[in-house]
């Protein structure tokens, strides 16, 4: 009887638990990035703490203040700015001031050798030229419809906005707290959850700080050399090297490449020069340099699974990916080395598992 009763209740557990995290499914970037953030600025809060002398609540608002100042707004501004240009860069399209296919038109007269080549493949340039047409107009009415709905769904942008600073406030007040219950609640055993939570943790300080930091300059520098060059849509197209510097191995060339293409079509080799040695050189030196420092280093991940983890991410979670497929690689890396160390102890040993394993903060290799 006593054991039907506790079957009972953990498959109603397991019911209402399935069915809260359905309640909170519409929130799952809102909660997802409440705690990204959290995680970030926790040292700011601790340090805080102290000069504070324990007062949590004014601690938790100060913390959330410099989150807002730092992060909130100028990604608002950014953005905002950058949706406003596409808007512009659309009306361009729909004038005909700019036309995509005269200039694909432009590269297939300079480069004829190159057309030639692309044909043996069986890559048709007319097809090419409709589909990029098609292609920037579809990206170019999408920016235009985000700036009419980014003025239309203000409220809802807002709502998500203090929603996320909301859990913040409580996730910095609350989080020692919320952890021990967290520990507590799982039953994976005490020393196992700490080393799990603190490899989440680290995994998404580093892979946010990390990406952010190769992202921020990647754009600023792609978006500065294509201002200093005359090349319109530079806030734009610095922001969209920003988002595609989240891709490793990839980045901000798939932009930078075709315009510097298209400047040695239309006889500009000197800015195409000066494009292609800054982007070669500088944009794509910086991301060689800094991930596997920022990112593979402090996530104690080699490079090909920060790689991989990453495009998988991107692909199954959308922008989010970039730090959900990491942490991801993490726990999996971290869930196996606790199986090897603990559980699957050689055949004709005679040790005894202990749960209460040395150096648990060490990494996984």
Same mark, same amino acid.
Request: net charge neutral.
């Given at each position: 009887?006593?054991?039907?009763?506790?079957?009972?209740?953990?498959?109603?557990?397991?019911?209402?638990?399935?069915?809260?995290?359905?309640?909170? +499914?519409? =929130?799952?970037?809102?909660?997802?990035?409440?705690?990204?953030?959290?995680?970030?600025?926790?040292? *700011?809060?601790?340090?805080? *703490?102290?000069?504070?002398?324990?007062?949590?609540?004014?601690?938790?608002?100060?913390?959330?203040?410099?989150?807002? !100042?730092?992060?909130?707004?100028?990604?608002?501004?950014?953005?905002?700015?950058?949706?406003?240009?596409?808007?512009?860069?659309?009306?361009?399209?729909?004038?005909?001031?700019?036309?995509?296919?005269?200039?694909?038109?432009?590269?297939?007269?300079? =480069?004829?050798?190159?057309?030639?080549?692309?044909?043996?493949?069986?890559?048709?340039?007319?097809?090419?030229?409709?589909?990029?047409?098609?292609?920037?107009?579809?990206?170019?009415?999408?920016?235009?419809?985000?700036? /009419?709905?980014?003025?239309?769904?203000?409220? +809802? /942008?807002?709502?998500?906005?203090?929603?996320?600073?909301?859990?913040?406030?409580? !996730? /910095?007040?609350?989080?020692?707290?919320?952890?021990?219950?967290?520990?507590?609640?799982?039953?994976?055993?005490?020393?196992?959850?700490?080393? @799990?939570?603190?490899?989440?943790?680290?995994?998404?300080?580093?892979?946010?700080?990390?990406?952010?930091?190769?992202?921020?300059?990647?754009?600023? @520098?792609?978006?500065?050399?294509?201002?200093?060059?005359?090349?319109?849509?530079?806030?734009?197209?610095?922001?969209?090297?920003?988002?595609?510097?989240?891709?490793?191995?990839?980045?901000?060339?798939?932009?930078?490449?075709?315009?510097?293409?298209?400047?040695?079509?239309?006889? #500009?080799?000197?800015?195409?020069?000066?494009?292609?040695?800054?982007?070669?050189?500088?944009?794509?030196?910086? #991301?060689? !340099?800094?991930?596997?420092?920022?990112?593979?280093?402090?996530? +104690?991940?080699? #490079?090909?699974?920060?790689?991989?983890?990453? /495009?998988?991410?991107?692909?199954?979670?959308?922008?989010?990916?970039?730090?959900?497929?990491?942490?991801?690689?993490?726990?999996?890396?971290? =869930?196996?080395?606790?199986?090897?160390?603990?559980?699957?102890?050689?055949?004709?040993?005679?040790?005894?598992?202990?749960?209460?394993?040395?150096?648990?903060?060490?990494?996984?290799?």
């Amino acid at each position: 009887m006593r054991q039907l009763e506790t079957r009972s209740f953990l498959l109603f557990l397991f019911l209402v638990s399935v069915a809260f995290f359905i309640v909170l +499914k519409p =929130f799952f970037g809102t909660i997802f990035w409440a705690c990204a953030i959290t995680i970030i600025f926790y040292p *700011m809060h601790l340090k805080l *703490m102290a000069k504070f002398n324990n007062r949590p609540n004014l601690t938790a608002l100060t913390t959330l203040t410099a989150c807002i !100042l730092i992060v909130v707004l100028p990604m608002i501004i950014l953005i905002s700015s950058a949706v406003s240009e596409g808007a512009g860069l659309y009306n361009k399209l729909e004038s005909g001031e700019i036309n995509p296919g005269q200039y694909i038109e432009q590269i297939r007269t300079a =480069f004829p050798g190159a057309q030639q080549t692309l044909e043996r493949f069986g890559v048709d340039m007319e097809k090419a030229k409709e589909s990029a047409l098609s292609a920037t107009m579809a990206s170019g009415k999408w920016l235009a419809q985000n700036a /009419l709905s980014l003025g239309q769904n203000t409220f +809802k /942008l807002l709502l998500n906005i203090c929603l996320m600073l909301y859990l913040i406030f409580f !996730l /910095l007040r609350d989080g020692e707290y919320l952890l021990a219950l967290l520990i507590r609640a799982l039953p994976l055993g005490d020393d196992r959850e700490r080393l @799990l939570f603190a490899k989440f943790s680290e995994v998404t300080r580093a892979t946010i700080k990390g990406n952010l930091v190769i992202a921020i300059i990647q754009g600023s @520098l792609g978006g500065l050399i294509f201002w200093i060059l005359g090349i319109p849509g530079a806030l734009l197209w610095g922001v969209v090297m920003a988002l595609f510097s989240l891709i490793p191995a990839i980045g901000p060339a798939i932009i930078w490449v075709p315009v510097a293409i298209y400047l040695f079509a239309t006889g #500009d080799s000197v800015k195409a020069l000066v494009l292609a040695g800054f982007g070669a050189g500088v944009i794509g030196l910086i #991301d060689n !340099l800094l991930r596997p420092i920022l990112v593979g280093r402090d996530t +104690k991940l080699p #490079d090909y699974i920060v790689l991989l983890s990453t /495009l998988g991410g991107l692909g199954v979670f959308g922008v989010n990916g970039f730090v959900i497929g990491p942490l991801v690689a993490a726990l999996f890396i971290a =869930f196996w080395g606790i199986f090897i160390r603990e559980v699957n102890v050689p055949e004709g040993s005679h040790h005894t598992p202990n749960p209460n394993v040395q150096n648990r903060g060490d990494s996984i290799e």
